[in-house]
Every structure is written in C-alpha cells, then in structure tokens.
C-alpha cells in the first residue's frame, strides 16, 4: 500500500486478555518501530526491527510485550495479560533502511483501552 | 542519556501571527534531526530532517533550522489549519538503534 497500515484500528479488551497489534510497513521498507503513546504524552519507544531482527528491544516495558517481524513485511505487537495501565495508543512507523538520510513513516495507530 | 526537550508545551496564537517552537537536544553524537506534525487522532505527519547544523528546509508557511543544541520550527503568517502538535525527535549515532528519541511536543493552535 501506499502508507503504513495498522490494524485494528481501535481495540477495547478485559484485563488479563492477550491483544496483537498488526503493521504492515510501506513495501520496500526493512527498518520498522513500535511506540506508545499514553493519553497527553509523547512517544515513547518500544522496539526496533531491521529486516527480522530486533537489535534493540530496550522500550519493551516488561516480559508480557513481545514483538515479531516476518517475511521483512508484517510485525505483530502481542501483549498478554493486558493492565490498564497498558491502555494507550500504539503507533508502527518504517523507513527505508534506518540508517542515515531516511525518514520514518508513521501509521495510525491502534488505540487499545483496556477495562 | 540522550535528551529532547520542546519549548512551549503550548501556544496559541491569532491567524498571521508569526513565531517559533524550540527543540534542545543533548545527544552523543546527532545523525538526524526530524520534525512531525500530529493532528488528534493521527500518527505522526513527517515534515522534515536536518542533518547539520546550519541547514534549514522550508515547507509553506514552515522553516526548520538546525543548530548544536538545538532546532526551530518557524510558522509565518499562520492559518487555523496550522494548529496541531508539532514533535522534534532526534536519531542518534552509536550502538545498533536506528530509534528516533521524541520530545513531548508543542502543541498549537491558531485562532482565526
């Protein structure tokens, strides 16, 4: 497609339920992160991706998040056992290699609440 | 630890008022400076990137400058359709990140 896509695009679950998060990345694109973004906030950092590697999944705020990335395309974001304090806005955005003289490119978001 | 920090939080001004938003960064060493604009309810809108200080880029009624410490975002003559957040993020050298480091924002709004 032409932009970032998310899915879904809001989602409200019970706590203690596992949600995933998709993104699919401008074709092309192997550098791919994850951020949130709590209510009134900036972005904060989660995980980077180059190609299917992860070399930096220091955002990650504790073992329920976990990320995945195949085929250098598509990411899921699985959160288990979801708190209300993961409720939040969680942004995917891709360039084209992550390196210097690219520009990251940001979805929609998928705004998660979770009662 | 590297650090971004956005001056105001917040700014209204009237329709034609021109001004500037502030982003200080502290980083180790800078690969990109990037501006976004976020509209409610969006993602990130890229803008534009420096690269060194000097440099400056223009879009409409936006100018963007770089300098060591820190980067302006100029709005001239401003219309309502300006008003957004606007976010300063910085990506850095060193290590195996590519992140980009965000500051928290300034948001705008232009009265009529």
């Known amino acids: 497609g032409a932009g970032v896509s998310q899915s879904p695009s809001n989602k409200v679950t019970e706590k203690g339920k596992d949600v995933e998060l998709r993104c699919d990345p401008i074709s092309g694109h192997t550098a791919l992160y994850w951020y949130r973004q709590r209510l009134g906030q900036g972005l904060e950092f989660l995980i980077y991706?180059?190609?299917?590697?992860?070399?930096?999944k220091s955002g990650l705020p504790s073992d329920r998040f976990s990320a995945e990335r195949t085929g250098e395309s598509v990411s899921t974001l699985t959160i288990q056992r979801t708190q209300q304090e993961d409720s939040a806005v969680y942004l995917c955005a891709s360039s084209l290699n992550g390196g210097e003289w690219t520009e990251a490119f940001f979805g929609q978001g998928t705004r998660l609440t979770v009662v | 630890e590297d650090q971004v920090t956005q001056s105001p939080e917040a700014l209204r001004l009237q329709e034609g008022e021109s001004s500037s938003l502030n982003c200080s960064y502290t980083?180790?060493?800078?690969?990109?400076l990037f501006w976004y604009r976020q509209d409610p309810g969006k993602g990130p809108e890229f803008l534009f990137t420096?690269?060194?200080a000097g440099e400056e880029k223009e879009k409409e009624r936006l100018k963007a400058t770089l300098t060591k410490k820190e980067s302006f975002l100029h709005i001239t003559a401003p219309k309502p359709e300006d008003s957004a957040t606007y976010l300063c993020a910085v990506q850095t050298y060193g290590g195996a990140t590519n992140k980009l480091i965000f500051g928290t924002g300034t948001l705008l709004a232009v009265q009529p």
């Open positions: 980083v180790s060493g800078l690969r990109g």
């Open positions: 991706f180059q190609g299917n590697s992860a070399p930096d």
């Open positions: 420096l690269y060194s």
